[in-house]
């Protein structure tokens, strides 16, 4: 019996923050979490904070209903096989890929997202722009307590859940090798991804993340969103109050991101997005994993 297919993946990232992607038209690919997992590990895979899996629209399920204003569906899971509701940074690189495969011109497009549509402009500087929808600001808040200090932290859900703290020195957030103790725990009941912030000067931030599912990663482009939005509160720069847009610059480990919210509260996150390598790997390889 011939062997099945070796599937097809490429390296991205964005801001380091870093993806598999698997492109699977047709959505025939299974990838069960231990299989993600395995594609995730740094040691015994390719290596990546997570997958981004590349689906036609109309070939999955959870897609079939933004189908008539997107071809793409970004089926995007966390470096421990977890689902995800929204990946910023994965969200430019998945656009980067299309261009990359010829699937579509630079400019705008659509893709389909579990948080749903986001619409996406590829800048012919190589930049990307992502629509990221607007922030909800639950009232209640969390204190995260990190080497004996504690910080209390905004909540702020940008299709996924984040805890923002600002503290005085990123070093304060510690080696983020797990996560972060917070109180109350009930408030997030599927997990969080929480975000440690210092000042660099006016409009001007800093911010160090661990995240749900992929541990500290170099980026997050919902934390960065979520740290912009929780500082324009800070700030008293809300754009719904003040009326006028507002932009903060954040400084992620990978690089720099640019945030902005509009008075009516959409927020647009704009940063690089780069395919670095292709590949492909023996899929009995990733079904080991199951075994
Ligand atoms: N770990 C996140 C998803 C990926 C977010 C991040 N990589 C981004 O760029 O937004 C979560 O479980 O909500």
């Known amino acids: 019996m011939s062997n099945p297919p070796r599937i097809a993946f490429l390296k991205g990232h964005g801001t380091e923050n870093d993806f598999v992607?698997?492109?699977?038209?047709?959505?025939?690919?299974?990838?069960?979490?231990?299989?993600?997992?395995?594609?995730?590990?740094?040691?015994?895979?390719?290596?990546?904070d997570g997958v981004l899996r590349v689906v036609r629209s109309a070939a999955h399920p959870e897609a079939h209903a933004m189908a008539d204003e997107t071809e793409w569906f970004m089926d995007y899971?966390?470096?421990?096989?977890?689902?995800?509701?929204?990946?910023?940074?994965?969200?430019?690189v998945f656009a980067r890929y299309l261009l990359h495969a010829g699937l579509v011109e630079a400019g705008d497009l659509a893709i389909a997202t579990r948080a749903g549509v986001r619409r996406v402009h590829l800048a012919k500087t190589g930049e990307v722009t992502v629509s990221m929808g607007r922030a909800e600001l639950p009232e209640e808040s969390v204190v995260v307590t990190v080497g004996g200090r504690s910080w209390p932290a905004r909540n702020v859900n940008m299709?996924?859940?984040?805890?923002?703290?600002?503290?005085?020195?990123?070093?304060h957030a510690g080696e983020l090798r797990a996560v972060p103790p917070f109180s109350p725990a009930g408030v997030y009941p599927d997990g969080v991804n929480i975000e440690f912030v210092v000042d660099r000067g006016p409009r001007h931030v800093a911010m160090r993340v661990h995240e749900r599912g992929s541990g500290e990663t170099r980026s997050c482009g919902t934390g960065a969103c979520a740290v912009a939005v929780a500082t324009a509160r800070r700030d008293g720069a809300d754009p719904a109050v003040t009326g006028t847009p507002v932009t903060y610059t954040v400084d992620v480990l990978g690089g720099s991101l640019s945030i902005t919210e509009q008075p009516d509260g959409t927020v647009e996150m704009t940063g690089p997005a780069v395919i670095v390598a292709e590949g492909?790997?023996?899929?009995?390889?990733?079904?080991?994993a199951l075994a």
């Open 280 to 288: 492909t790997f023996d899929p009995a390889w990733a079904a080991e």
């Open 159 to 171: 299709g996924n859940p984040h805890a923002v703290a600002f503290v005085e020195d990123l070093d």
């Open 21 to 48: 992607i698997v492109p699977d038209p047709d959505g025939r690919l299974d990838l069960p979490a231990a299989a993600v997992a395995r594609i995730c590990d740094r040691r015994a895979g390719l290596g990546g």
């Open 77 to 92: 899971r966390n470096g421990d096989g977890s689902v995800a509701e929204m990946c910023g940074n994965g969200v430019r």
